[in-house]
T-cell receptor, first 118, second 111 residues
Framework: GAVVSQHPSRVICKSGTSVKIECRSL??????MFWYRQFPKQSLMLMAT?????????EQGVEKDKFLINHASLTLSTLTVTSAHPEDSSFYIC??????????????FGPGTRLTVT | GQQLNQSPQSMFIQEGEDVSMNCTSS?????WLWYKQDPGEGPVLLIA?????ELTSNGRLTAQFGITRKDSFLNISASIPSDVGIYFC???????????FGSGTQLTVLP
């Protein structure tokens, strides 16, 4: 149980274009989903927290107009990187927290999406 | 903001040896979690700790939630080659239960 998927796993795009990354909780409902960014040999940095049906809360220094987050259902959140630039190239990882029981406290991570902007 | 200091940064050990890593924080956390991340993958939850002083095992892994709620350690006994990877501690706090991650410990197991 507690499986989270991400799509796509890898994407290469040209500078100036937009890219959408999907995060799905496959076998549980997630009231809250989180988006992280990880640069090579570094730890995970939280970008934003999204709750189903409401606006995402962004961490300091993360541009909300550049990283659009939509959490339209209890099993799906999307991150859209708008007008991507090479410095946006990174490993983007989502996680999901469940509704009830132990999974309320534990975050389960997706496999990540490698974004390369050329 | 909250900061987690994780040590050691990297470890090279022989297969069969025991491993210990720890995290300390400048502030209190409600929950401590330990994750393992393989290259190109997302972190996988190993152990979750919910109470100060709690000691929990998962196979060859043992972790403890420090009594002050500002630290945690992870022990791996009798290491095997598949233990190779990066281990992260994470402290959880706040109403949304955001995670703050440590800097990671890169573990290499030599045959």
């Amino acid at each position: 149980g507690a499986v989270v998927s991400q799509h796509p796993s890898r994407v290469i795009c040209k500078s100036g274009t937009s890219v959408k990354i999907e995060c799905r909780s496959l076998d549980f409902q997630a009231t809250t989903m989180f988006w992280y960014r990880q640069f090579p040999k570094q730890s995970l940095m939280l970008m934003a927290t999204s709750n189903e049906g409401s606006k995402a809360t962004y961490e300091q220094g993360v541009e909300k107009d550049k990283f659009l987050i939509n959490h339209a259902s209890l099993t799906l959140s999307t991150l859209t990187v708008t007008s991507a630039h090479p410095e946006d190239s990174s490993f983007y990882i989502c996680s999901a927290r469940g509704l009830a029981g132990v999974s309320r406290y534990e975050q389960y991570f997706g496999p990540g999406t490698r974004l390369t902007v050329t | 903001g909250q900061q987690l200091n994780q040590s050691p940064q990297s470890m090279f050990i022989q297969e069969g040896e025991d491993v210990s890593m720890n995290c300390t924080s400048s502030s209190i956390f409600n929950t401590w979690l330990w994750y393992k991340q393989d290259p190109g993958e997302g972190p996988v939850l190993l152990i979750a700790l919910y109470k100060a002083g709690e000691l929990t095992s998962n196979g060859r892994l043992t972790a403890q939630f420090g009594i002050t709620r500002k630290d945690s350690f992870l022990n791996i006994s009798a290491s095997i080659p598949s233990d190779v990877g990066i281990y992260f501690c994470a402290g959880q706090s706040g109403s949304a239960r955001q995670l703050t991650f440590g800097s990671g410990t890169q573990l290499t197991v030599l045959p």
